[in-house]
DNA sequence: TATTGTTATACTCTATAACTATA
DNA sequence: TATAGTTATAGAGTATAACAATA
């Protein structure tokens, strides 16, 4: 163990936090954290294709499928064919998938009011800065990693 | 949705973004992220009960007594009787487990490293300082909230 | 040829509740 | 009475690979 290993474990805790707090707020009103998170990316795009919407999550085309049919089966989601590409089909937001998504958010209000008190005013938009740093980070570096992994594993090999 | 959005959002994007190179990366030598998390919980703490190796991932009972029983399988680890407490189970790592835990703390470098060049010496500190502020916000502050919660669900009831 | 989505499939994590045994 | 762990059970998310239809 080094020292390194304490911000990715400080992060994993944090999120594991969130998670459960929200898993508890957002489950009263009958939906899971990772749902509320799929409505309201369907309630900001509106109209998305799944490969969007998974793109957006960001999620598995899969997953997200696997999801909408939930999500549908209890009326909150909307697929349609797409208007022009007829491979793709829309999903959106019913009226009760609107209300549904409301009533979620009224819920978690309790959870992004604590997580901003915690914290100093400045502290709040550095903090988002500095995640999404690392965020940007780890998804777009992959390919330069990976060449060194593969690399050293070269290395190690000879 | 209001500014407040923001932190939860990069929270997750930046967790999840490590998950999945994490899980990549540790799946390499055989195990998840999570267990990854788990060996190395034990790798620090020895010999542990189920339960306060729960309580130091952090995770529920039930879903590390699965885990242990999948790595038990795999002869990652081993489950003894605690010598004083007859209620009570030990995990700890075979020697097996060990030489997994290394290769894996092995595999998962090149994302540590990543995440701390991205970021300035003095960001690093302070991310992990704030982060486990959120966390511990989350964590401890749940009766206070959830009396703020029945609060607003008796006026809303009047 | 590449892309969108579906389907089948499998696995891990998660967690509640009822239960046994022990402290 | 409270605690440690087990068991049964259920559900959700994750993701790969093979496939059909369309761009």
Redesign the interface.
Same mark, same amino acid.
């Given at each position: 163990?080094?020292g390194?290993?304490?911000?990715?474990?400080?992060?994993?805790?944090?999120?594991?936090?969130?998670?459960r707090?929200?898993e508890a707020q957002f489950g009263k009103v009958g939906v899971t954290a990772d749902q509320f =998170?799929l409505l309201?990316t369907l309630?900001?795009g509106d109209s998305l294709t799944q490969r969007e919407l998974a793109r957006r999550m960001?999620s598995d085309p899969s997953t997200v499928r696997a999801m909408l049919v939930l999500l549908e089966k209890q009326g909150l989601v909307r697929r349609d064919a797409h208007p022009s590409d007829s491979r793709a089909r829309t999903a959106a937001l019913t009226a009760a998938g609107k209300r549904k998504f409301e009533q979620a958010?009224a819920a978690?209000?309790?959870?992004?009011?604590?997580?901003?008190?915690?914290?100093q005013t400045g502290?709040?938009a550095?903090? =988002?800065k500095?995640?999404?740093? =690392?965020?940007?980070?780890?998804?777009s570096?992959?390919a330069s =990693?990976a060449r060194?992994?593969s690399k050293v594993a070269e290395e190690e090999e000879s």
């Open positions: 163990m080094d390194n290993s304490e911000l990715p474990m400080a992060l994993r805790a944090a999120y594991l936090a969130l998670h707090r929200s =998170v309201a309630a900001r960001p958010f978690g209000e309790s959870i992004r009011d604590q997580m901003i008190e915690t914290l502290d709040i550095l903090l =988002v500095l995640l999404t740093q =690392v965020a940007e980070s780890l998804n570096e992959f =990693v060194f992994d």
